[in-house]
């Protein structure tokens, strides 16, 4: 088809869609994009999409500033939809029931309050390591280190899916462990908390800053000298996806590229 008939066909178009009857809309129902059919969403804390972050993590190399994280509690009721059933569709095991899912939030809140860690982080942190599944299996790393629970804590000693041994119900204690261990350590082994205090040396650290970078560490035990989170062995996208969980990412498809 060439140009003029292109240029034919939309003008055939717009003098179709100005004939269409207009005036009989109902004006007391959004029309269009403007209005939203997502009425039945309890959530509106933040947007349910994906943005790759490249660079050290600052606001300034376009990172979300803490100011931007979306609230716990937008956070919690936006990824019930991944909580209830990734148990079933990450390790083939029965799903979270109520009692467990009220144990996690109970969990990641305590944990919070003992170690001064965002409780926002420490959700976003368990969502990007199981999808909060507290029969989340254990996985050994390729140096043979072993990695239980709902963070897939260094070393951890708690765990509902441990060596092919499922417990269902999960009980509290171990959800609650399987938490401290990634957050608190495990006494010999470094958690979250350390590894977000060992940020308070970097020069101009910002919060949300520290977090991006405590995510890169707890994935890879280091960080690149040249500051860029993406870079380093791991998951590449890993600390971007902390960040996009953080404003409120949920199931859309990620456009992270880095680990391509
Ligand atoms: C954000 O997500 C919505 C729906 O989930 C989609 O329509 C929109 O194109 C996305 N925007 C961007 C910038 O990706
Ligand atoms: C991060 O990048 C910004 C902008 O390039 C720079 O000003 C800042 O010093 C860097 N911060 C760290 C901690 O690397
Ligand atoms: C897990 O939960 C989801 C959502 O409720 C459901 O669709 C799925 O069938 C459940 N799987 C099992 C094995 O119960
Ligand atoms: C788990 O590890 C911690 C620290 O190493 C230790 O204090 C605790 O007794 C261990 N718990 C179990 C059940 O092995």
Redesign the pocket.
């Known amino acids: 088809m060439g140009f003029l008939r292109l240029v034919y066909f939309a003008s055939l178009l717009a003098a179709f869609t100005h004939a269409s009857p207009l005036a009989k809309r109902d004006q007391t129902v959004v029309s269009g994009s403007l209005g939203t059919d997502g009425y039945w969403n309890d959530y509106d804390g933040g947007l349910n999409n994906y943005t790759q972050h490249d660079g050290n993590g600052s606001i300034a190399e376009g990172w979300p500033s803490v100011l931007t994280w979306a609230s716990f509690n937008d956070l919690w009721v936006a990824n019930q939809h991944i909580i209830s059933r990734s148990c079933s569709q990450l390790y083939n095991t029965p799903n979270n029931s109520d009692q467990e899912i009220q144990d996690l939030y109970n969990s990641i809140k305590q944990v919070a309050h003992d170690t001064r860690v965002d409780k926002r982080f420490i959700l976003a942190a368990i969502l990007q390591e199981t999808k909060g599944c507290v029969r989340a299996k254990t996985t050994t790393s390729s140096d043979g280190i072993t990695n239980p629970g709902l963070l897939q804590s260094f070393k951890?000693?708690?765990s509902c899916n441990d060596n092919g041994k499922v417990q269902n119900p999960c009980p509290q204690d171990q959800i609650l462990g399987m938490i401290s261990d990634g957050v608190a350590g495990?006494?010999?082994e470094q958690g979250y908390a350390t590894d977000i205090n060992a940020q308070a040396d970097v020069n101009g650290i910002e919060y949300a800053q520290a977090y991006y970078r405590a995510a890169r560490l707890y994935n890879s035990g280091t960080i690149d000298s040249s500051g860029d989170l993406g870079k380093g062995s791991a998951t590449h996208c890993y600390s971007s996806d902390i960040a996009n969980r953080l404003v409120g990412w949920t199931d859309s498809a990620s456009t992270c590229t880095l680990d391509d």
């Open positions: 951890g000693n708690h495990t006494g010999t």
